[in-house]
């Protein structure tokens, strides 16, 4: 199984697409992890790794000029949380066909410049509210799974999902509380959104009840937005709130 070696990146030839990007194409090679792209020096704005075997979005090197990312028919089961701050000016994610779950789209979660996203055949497509939370989650999102996002959908979105006060409502906390897993990402765990049901946490395993009831009643008790956010850093990490000695 061929690696994504420096060498296989340098010895791959770019192109000028038609949209005038230089683009590096690395579809189809059976590649199983992303790895090394430092070696391209930031020199791509378009990098396509369609049908390989990759099973995570992985920590990545700070690429500022990468706008589209091509990930389409993998195994991708999980993304890594700072994708916001290693590709801040990613517009394009093209994901379909992949094992996401609801709990690992948080990681995308007010990304500044995400406009295109492409999640169709992925578990988290079929998850209650999908649509509406990425709508709330990713303000800049324009298209989601080649259907336009219509300003009546991100009113809805924040009605569902915003109180009166700008605090999370009670089912935003239930989807906040679907912590990504950050086990091993070749045996991926089932994190589809169910209301009312049980909550995966970063290490890969259930929450207790009890740590349920801690996480809900601290996003629902935080007294702003900064707050909200602290306590899904946590989660991400594997700590509950009230408990953040001790991971999940």
């Not at 045996?187 to 169910?194: C, E, L, R, Y």
């Amino acid at each position: 199984m061929p690696k994504l070696t420096p060498e296989l990146i340098e010895q791959t030839p770019s192109r000028i697409n038609p949209l005038k990007d230089r683009e590096l194409d690395l579809r189809g090679l059976k590649i199983p992890a992303i790895e090394n792209l430092g070696v391209t020096k930031d020199q791509f704005s378009t990098l396509i790794l369609s049908h390989n075997l990759i099973h995570s979005i992985p920590p990545l090197p700070s690429l500022p000029h990468l706008t589209t990312l091509v990930l389409s028919h993998n195994l991708i089961a999980s993304i890594h949380p700072s994708i916001s701050k290693s590709l801040p000016r990613l517009t394009t994610l093209v994901l379909d066909h992949n094992r996401l779950g609801l709990g690992e789209l948080n990681a995308l979660a007010d990304h500044p410049s995400l406009t295109y996203l492409d999640l169709r055949s992925n578990k988290c497509a079929d998850a209650p509210r999908y649509r509406e939370w990425l709508i709330h989650r990713l303000p800049k999102l324009r298209v989601l799974d080649y259907e336009k996002v219509k300003d009546s959908e991100r009113a809805q979105s924040r009605a569902l999902f915003l109180t009166a006060d700008k605090r999370p409502t009670a089912l935003a906390t239930e989807i906040l509380a679907l912590a990504p897993s950050a086990g091993d990402a070749a045996q991926p765990k089932d994190n589809t959104f169910v209301p009312g049901g049980e909550s995966a946490g970063a290490k890969g395993r259930l929450l207790t009840p009890e740590e349920r009831e801690r996480v809900r009643k601290a996003i629902i008790s935080a007294g702003s937005v900064d707050e909200v956010r602290r306590l899904e850093r946590l989660l991400r990490d594997g700590f509950v709130p009230g408990g953040e000695g001790v991971p999940v």
